[in-house]
């Protein structure tokens, strides 16, 4: 069974930075792209960033470029956010999401529960 | 980017009835990169359908999508009490990456 489980969200003042993990398991990580996406609390759904198979390959949305970045680990199957100079529109929860094999990667066929991020002085 | 409207916005229908939900793009969406997505309230969302009409594993099919080009639309038969949630769909365009979500249908109990 495919599990994601997010960690790191706490209450952060804004320019404060935060890592966000995920710990995955149920199946071949190294196999797939992996996403994070986006809630602000009762509102739509945001695409952030992906990271490929290998990690040699990084997008972000224009709203977290050069503030956010996305790295994993696969020796320990495991999905990271660094998030740097944190605003108070940041504050969301935070999915990690498994890209499918279809798509390139880009159509997202699991997801974690979240871990919410809270930007406020 | 491209930019997603769906429509409407909140649908109240009943339990049995025919769901009709649309999706327009701002431009072109390549090669029916068109996915859509169920939420529930508290819950992660669930992929139902990608590459504009071919349902993902589990998925009933009363779910079904169609559409082409800028136009775009999830149909579901016969409603189903479970299926009252908020309804996503996204593109994912291939090269360079561009992912982005429409504002969601809610789709309520009439």
């Known amino acids: 069974e495919v599990q994601l489980v997010e960690s790191g969200g706490v209450v952060v003042q804004p320019g404060g930075s935060l890592r966000l993990s995920c710990a995955a398991s149920?199946?071949?990580?190294?196999?797939?792209?992996m996403h994070w996406v986006r809630q602000a609390p009762g509102k739509g759904l945001e695409w952030v960033s992906l990271?490929?198979?290998?990690?040699?390959?990084?997008y972000y949305a224009d709203s977290v470029k050069g503030r956010f970045t996305i790295s994993r680990d696969n020796s320990k199957n495991s999905l990271y956010l660094q998030m740097n100079s944190l605003r108070t529109e940041d504050t969301a929860l935070y999915y990690c999401?498994?890209?499918?094999?279809?798509?390139?990667?880009?159509?997202?066929?699991?997801w974690g529960q979240g871990t919410l991020v809270t930007v406020s002085s | 980017e491209i930019v997603l409207t769906q429509s409407p916005g909140t649908l109240s229908l009943s339990p049995g009835e025919r769901a009709t939900l649309s999706c327009r793009a701002s431009q072109s969406v390549s090669s029916s990169y068109l996915a859509w997505y169920q939420q529930k309230p508290g819950q992660a969302p669930r992929l139902l359908i990608y590459g504009a009409s071919s349902r993902a594993t589990g998925i009933p099919d009363r779910f079904s999508g169609s559409g082409s080009g800028t136009d775009f639309t999830l149909t579901i038969s016969r409603l189903e009490p479970e299926d009252f949630a908020v309804y996503y769909c996204q593109q994912y365009g291939s090269s360079p990456p561009s992912i982005t979500f429409g504002q969601g249908t809610r789709l309520e109990i009439k």
């Open positions: 149920g199946f071949t990580f190294d196999d797939y792209t």
């Open positions: 990271i490929s198979w290998d990690g040699g390959s990084t």
């Open positions: 999401a498994k890209g499918a094999r279809y798509s390139y990667g880009r159509v997202f066929d699991y």
